[in-house]
């Protein structure tokens, strides 16, 4: 017992290490991140490895002074058509805030070295769909209240949560009796394929 909690003691030392209070000015990684703010912003952010700097610096055959970067962004709007943005960033940038009209999809974000007419293409990040700032028409069974269905404040479709579209899916119009008979099946089965639509 005694060896045990020497053991325990010993390893919690490493949460006083005087090393690990502080984080380091700068990690020596190459890395681009979109990160969702809400339906219109993204915040971007990325770091630059040196390993990665100095293959630039080869292939312009410059001083790192002299190199400039951009940020290029694709998307498509809600209409789904296609844009391009160039951004040209000011020195030591490592992060943008990017504002929209309304939510996009397919959106990219390239970090893009260049100097005099060479271009650089240096990190590409994931493609993202910013969310949805409308209301889901799509409600769980255990968040329809009875009251809903019997004043027919919402319908009934049934299918898989998973790639369900209300507008392609056929929309059940119950008599009162039916609901009665649906919300006992919905308590007694529990059945997840059964999902409410809000009109």
Known sequence: METSLKDNSEKKRIYLDPALDKLPEYYDR??????????????????????????????????KEEISYSLKISYQDEAKNHHKRDIALKAFTTSYLLKFDSPVKNLKAELVAFQNEKFYSTLHSASINLPSNQPSKLLDKNWVKREWILEEGVQFIFGNMEGLQPSSQEILVLSNQEKEKLLEEVVSTGSSEIFGVKK
Do not use: A, M, R
Request: charged fraction near 25%; aromatic fraction near 14%.
């Open 30 to 63: 190459d890395i681009i991140k979109v990160l969702t703010k809400n339906p219109k912003e993204v915040f971007i952010f990325w770091g630059v490895s040196l390993s990665t700097q100095d293959k630039i610096t080869d292939f312009f055959q410059c001083s």
